[in-house]
């Protein structure tokens, strides 16, 4: 199987082409100029009875920067990956309509000319927006209000995904939850999402004081590690039934934000006190007093999902993968390698790849 892949070296794609490759995959990686060499030291790393071949080109250009060897590529690409993304929840608009929106728009204009398989996407459960109450797989377009520009350019791409689909693109539709390191070993790529709290926790002395939204204590944080959605995708898409579903990749039992406070807090061995303040409060400081970003290391866009109105509902998921023994691990489980990873690699950035 001859398989076109975007998204590689970053995190997740990283994971899901040592997987093609195990299965003895030939997959060809789009790559930006920029991360060749990242790229390449990452796979010489790639084991397996497949193989990793990288093409210089970016989604953002109409012939993803291919050239001549567009047309050589569609028509030997059986199966596609589209995982390239901007990953940041602070991306400005323009960024992310070029490289979510119109880079989505363009490798599925590749897609069309290719014989494909399966056309493998992975948005984010954040097409949410800030819906109220729960959100399943079959819901996309609901009158939801978006927290960030992210969330905005990730739904409009799934929207352009989905339109393709119903004119018949055979494609599958992978929704992670926020992702973090490996459930086992802690690793990750950077420091974002609930890294913001921990990393903050750590800089404490035993006894904290953490910012939390007045009001909002209910509200659940959905994290999931990276192993578990990469297991996920690696069993969902060899199936020929998950041809046209959408997979949320979500906990089904996600801790409150109190509850995240208070597992954090013990994982790091500091008392917590958790001290409410009105939303308008706890974002204004964080984004216009100076130094307090720097101080805190925390990101503004971050405090919205402190009060994250959506449930996530990942039925379908769990009902896919029964049989394959995939399933989201709870969080206390694996706290402990983050806090480890962190410790031990103080020189990783929230800094995401663009």
Known sequence: MAVFFTGFPGFLGSAVVERLV???????????????R???????????????ELVEGDVTEDDLGLGVAYERLQAETDELFHLAAVYDLAVDREVGMAVNVEGTRNVLDFAEGCDL???????????????????????????????????????????????????????TVYRPAIVVGDSDTGATQKYDGPYYLLRWLLRQPSVATVNTVAGAGDCGINVVPRDFVVDAIEALSEREEA???????CDPDPLTVSEMVDVLAEATDRRVVQVPLPKCLAKGALERLPG??????????????????????????????ADADVACPPFASYVDAMVSFVREHPEVTPDAMT
Do not use: W
Not at 157 to 168: H, L, N, P
Not at 243 to 249: I, N, W
């Open 22 to 36: 195990g299965r003895g995959e030939e997959v060809t990686c789009l790559v930006q100029s920029k991360y060749r």
């Open 38 to 52: 990242k790229a390449e030291a990452r796979a010489d790393r790639i084991d397996g009875p497949g193989s990793v």
């Open 292 to 321: 307090a970003q720097r101080l805190t290391g925390i990101e503004p866009a971050t405090i919205d999902y402190f009060d994250h109105p959506t449930r996530y509902d990942c039925e379908r998921t769990q009902e896919a993968l």
């Open 243 to 249: 041809v046209g579903e959408v997979y949320q990749l």
């Open 117 to 171: 398989d399966r056309f493998h996407y992975v948005s984010t459960c954040y097409v949410s927006g800030r819906y109220e109450g729960r959100f399943g797989a079959d819901d996309l377009v609901e009158g939801q209000r978006f927290n960030n520009h992210y969330e905005t350019t990730k739904h409009l791409a799934e929207v352009a995904v989905q339109d393709r689909m119903d004119a018949g693109l055979p494609a």
